[in-house]
C-alpha cells in the first residue's frame, strides 16, 4: 500500500503469518494519509517499509528503509507510526520547519495553530477535543515552508481504547469523528506554547512571550535545528512573522477551545 | 582569572538578553549581565577586571568591590553551560 506523510511517499508491504490482517489494520488506521499509486508525491525518494508478525520468516528489510516485526497486529500498529513519523521528518529535514506539535487549522480560512510541546503535553487529546470542528492537521508533527504554508501529517491517533489496555490503539482521525482537510490553503497564523498543569484552575492562561524566552522551548520542540542556518534567528523570524508565540497554561483541553478561537477569530 | 568564548551554533540577542545555542545542542538563556558579559567576550582572552569595567560602564558601580564578584559569578555561570572558558 502507499501513503503519504509529511508529503513523502511510503510504500508498505506486510509479509508473513496475517500478512491480509496487519495490513487491512493497517489502511484503517492510516486510511487519511493513503493514497493510490496515480497520485503519489514525487516530491521526496519512496520510503519502503516491510512489516510482519513474529512467526514465519523475519520480514527482509533488503531495500527498504526500515523493518517492523512484532509478535501481534498492536504492537506493529504501535511501532510502525513513530519509523513513519521518524522517517519522513528525516527526508524532510532541509525543506520543513517541523514542530513536535498538535496543529488545527479554521476550515473556513485555512488559518492554523501549531500547539508544540513535549511528550505529556496533551497533544493527541487536544486534536481530538478540537478537531472535531477544526480541522486536523496532526497530534504529532507539524511542518511548516519558508512560506508558512503548513503541510498536515494525518496520522492515526494514539488512543487508549479502553481502560487497562496495555498499548494504545492507532485510530484513524476519521473513525473518531475528526475534521479533514478539504485542498484549502494551510498557512500557519499562530504558535502556541503548552504548558499543561493538572492544578491549573480555571479558564486557560495565556501569556505573550518574548522571543528570546520562546526559544529555548521552540527550539527545543522543533526537529533537526541544528541542520539549519543560524537556526535561533530562522525560528526568531519565524516567530515574528506570526505575531510571536504565546504560552497556553491548562488542564484540560476543552480550556483551550476558546482560546484557538479567539486567536483564529482574529485571522478572519 | 580570564575568559575567552567558547565556540556556539548561534546566539540571538533581543532587548539586552541573549539565547545561545551551545556546540552541545542546549539552548541557554542568559540574564542581562551575562549577556554584556558575553558581548564583551571574543576567541581571545579577557581579564576579568577588563570584563567587570565594560560592565560598570553598562550598569554603573554596584560598590565595595562587587563589580569583580557578580562579573566572576556571571563568567562562571556562562562557563557552567559551556558558552566560556575561564582560567587564571
Known amino acids: 500500500m502507499r501513503l503519504e506523510a509529511l508529503e513523502v511517499p511510503f510504500e508498505i508491504s506486510c509479509v508473513g503469518p496475517d500478512a491480509q490482517q496487519a495490513a487491512a489494520s493497517i489502511e484503517a488506521a492510516w486510511e487519511w494519509c493513503l493514497v493510490n499509486g496515480d497520485h503519489a508525491s514525487t516530491r521526496s525518494p519512496l520510503q519502503r517499509i516491510t512489516v510482519g508478525l513474529k512467526g514465519a520468516s523475519e520480514p527482509g528489510s533488503a531495500g527498504s528503509a526500515g523493518s517492523v516485526v512484532a509478535r501481534d497486529i498492536p504492537t506493529l500498529m504501535d511501532r510502525l507510526s513513530p519509523m513513519v513519523t521518524r522517517l519522513a521528518v528525516t527526508e524532510r529535514k532541509h525543506d520543513l520547519v517541523m514542530f513536535h506539535a498538535c496543529a488545527v487549522a479554521d476550515p473556513r480560512t485555512g488559518a492554523a495553530v501549531v500547539l508544540y510541546g513535549p511528550s505529556g503535553a496533551g497533544k493527541t487529546t487536544l486534536a481530538r477535543t478540537l478537531c472535531t470542528d477544526l480541522v486536523y492537521l496532526s497530534d504529532e508533527t507539524a511542518g511548516v515552508t519558508v512560506d508558512l504554508e503548513v503541510v498536515p501529517y494525518l496520522k492515526p491517533l494514539s488512543i487508549i481504547v479502553e481502560a487497562g489496555d496495555r498499548l494504545k490503539e492507532q485510530v484513524s482521525p476519521g473513525r473518531i469523528g475528526l475534521v479533514r482537510p478539504d485542498g484549502t490553503a494551510l498557512r500557519l497564523h499562530a504558535l502556541v506554547q503548552l504548558r499543561r498543569d493538572p492544578d491549573h484552575r480555571g479558564d486557560a492562561t495565556v501569556e505573550q512571550l518574548t522571543t528570546v524566552d520562546a526559544l529555548p522551548e521552540l527550539m527545543a520542540q522543533t526537529s533537526y535545528t541544528r541542520e539549519m542556518e543560524r537556526p535561533l534567528h530562522r525560528m526568531a523570524d519565524l516567530a515574528h512573522q506570526v505575531g510571536g508565540v504565546r504560552r497556553a497554561t491548562y488542564a484540560e483541553a476543552e480550556q483551550l477551545r476558546p482560546v484557538v478561537r479567539a486567536i483564529l477569530d482574529g485571522a478572519a | ?88
Open chain 2, 1 to 88: 582569572m580570564r575568559a575567552r568564548r567558547l565556540s556556539v551554533v548561534d546566539e540571538y540577542i533581543e532587548d539586552g538578553r541573549a539565547a545561545i545555542y551551545t556546540s552541545e545542542g542546549m539552548v541557554v538563556l542568559l540574564s542581562g549581565l551575562a549577556t554584556s558579559a558575553w558581548q564583551v567576550l571574543d576567541d581571545d582572552w579577557t581579564p576579568v577586571t577588563e570584563v567587570a569595567a565594560a560592565l560598570v560602564r553598562e550598569f554603573g558601580d554596584p560598590g565595595e568591590g562587587q563589580a569583580d564578584v557578580l562579573t566572576t559569578e556571571a563568567l562562571r555561570s556562562l562557563a557552567d553551560n559551556a558558552l566560556v572558558e575561564l582560567a587564571d
